[in-house]
């Protein structure tokens, strides 16, 4: 599986014109929400978010501690780059049926 941070780095739609990329996506990733891996990430992702804010900014002791600073940018890093490759996998599915019925249809 590979990592995709953009619709147009997705192998299904990177050949098709920017109208279309569009319209097959806006069509087709409200059905990753069918997915309970598409919830669990998104609820990990809100959970590290969360926490990392958190420890990043308001369990400061004196004196101050980096540890803890780094900890919570790690954690707001994993939480806010953690959902969209999962959402763009559970989207793929749903992308290659509609292209497929997409084909069928100018046949």
């Known amino acids: 599986m590979g990592i995709h941070f953009t619709v147009r780095s997705i192998p299904e739609l990177a050949s098709l014109p920017e109208a279309k990329r569009d319209e097959v996506w806006q069509r087709c990733h409200p059905k990753a929400w069918r997915h309970w891996q598409t919830w669990l990430a998104f ?6 978010l969360a926490l990392g ?7 400061q002791p004196e004196p101050y501690s980096w540890g803890r600073v780094l900890l919570g940018v790690l954690l707001i890093v994993l939480g806010s780059g953690g959902f ?24």
């Open 53 to 59: 804010f958190y420890i990043g900014i308001f369990t």
């Open 84 to 107: 969209f490759p999962i959402h763009v996998a559970m989207t793929r599915r749903h992308i290659a049926q509609d292209l497929r019925s997409m084909t069928r249809h100018l046949t």
């Open 43 to 48: 609820f990990v992702s809100t959970g590290c």
